[in-house]
């Protein structure tokens, strides 16, 4: 029998590190395209995959990172209690650069207007 579940839908956006000793990420107003993302990532910038599956936004955010860099490195949170899941560029060459994952409970926040 054929399955009927419907794929998981993901969003892909701007991201920016909140400073602080939360860890927190902050996504931007509107999604971006895949095309978008893996230019953010080339250049040194970050990104989140949002949405209600953890494995769909684990499974996008590692596509990404590895079509931007030929391959990846898988990060648990490690930085405060709202710190997200995330991949680097293979051996962390942009060091700063992360495709981050919403992780429910652990989300991104919206940015403030």
Do not use: W
């Not at 590190?17 to 999604?31: E, K, L």
């Not at 490195?73 to 405060?80: N, S």
Request: proline residues 10%; hydrophobic residues 35%.
């Amino acid at each position: 029998m054929a399955s009927t579940e419907e794929p998981a839908v993901v969003a892909i956006y701007e991201a920016e590190r909140i400073p602080g000793p939360d860890g927190a990420v902050q996504r931007g107003d509107a999604p971006i395209s895949e095309a978008d993302a893996i230019a953010r990532l080339q250049g040194g910038e970050d990104i989140v995959v949002c949405g209600e599956q953890r494995r769909a936004n684990r499974n996008k955010a590692r596509e990404l990172t590895e079509a931007a860099f030929g391959g990846f490195e898988e990060d648990e949170p490690h930085q405060g209690r709202m710190a997200l899941p995330h991949f680097h560029p293979p051996d962390r060459v942009p060091d700063d650069t992360h495709a981050f994952f919403e992780a429910p409970p652990r989300h991104a926040r919206k940015k403030k207007k």
